[in-house]
C-alpha cells in the first residue's frame, strides 16, 4: 500500500493498493516525495524531474493575471446578467399594462404586480 498523487489535479490518494494505480498514467507515487509549501495555484508538474514544485516567478505572474482576467470576465456577466434582470423585469410591466388594457375594455379588473409575480412564479415552479 502506498500513497500516490494525481500529476494534473494534484489530488493525494493514501494507502491505495499499488497494482490498482500503476497502470494509470496520470498518477505517481509519492515515496519520499515533498509537496512544496506555497499557495496550492503555484503547484506545477515536472515530467523531467517526475516531482510537484512550485512555479517561477514568471509562471506565477502569469497565474495571476489568468485569475484577474477570469474574475473580470465573470464582473462583466454579472453586470450583463443584473441589465438582463431589469429587461426582463421591465418587459413583463410593460406586457401587464397591456393585458390590463385589454381587461379593462372587456370590462374585466386590472391584475396586479403581485398577482403577475405569483403566476409566474406558479409557471416557474411547474416547469
Known amino acids: 500500500m502506498s500513497d500516490f498523487i494525481n500529476k494534473t489535479t494534484f489530488q493525494i490518494k493514501r494507502s491505495v493498493h499499488d497494482p490498482d494505480m500503476k497502470d494509470q498514467p496520470d498518477w505517481v507515487e509519492l515515496s519520499d516525495m515533498e509537496i512544496p509549501e ?7 508538474w515536472s515530467d523531467s524531474k517526475n516531482i510537484v514544485e512550485e512555479m517561477t516567478s514568471g509562471e506565477k505572474v502569469l497565474v495571476d493575471q489568468a485569475i484577474a482576467d477570469s474574475i473580470t470576465l ?25 393585458i390590463n388594457e385589454l381587461r379593462v375594455n372587456a370590462g374585466l379588473q386590472e391584475r396586479t404586480i403581485t398577482q403577475l409575480k405569483n403566476a409566474v412564479k406558479v409557471k416557474y415552479e411547474n416547469l
Do not use: G, H, P, W
Open 38 to 44: 506555497c499557495e496550492f495555484k503555484y503547484l506545477k
Open 74 to 98: 465573470l464582473q462583466e456577466n454579472a453586470k450583463d446578467i443584473d441589465s438582463m434582470e431589469k429587461l426582463t423585469k421591465s418587459l413583463a410591466l410593460v406586457l401587464l399594462d397591456e
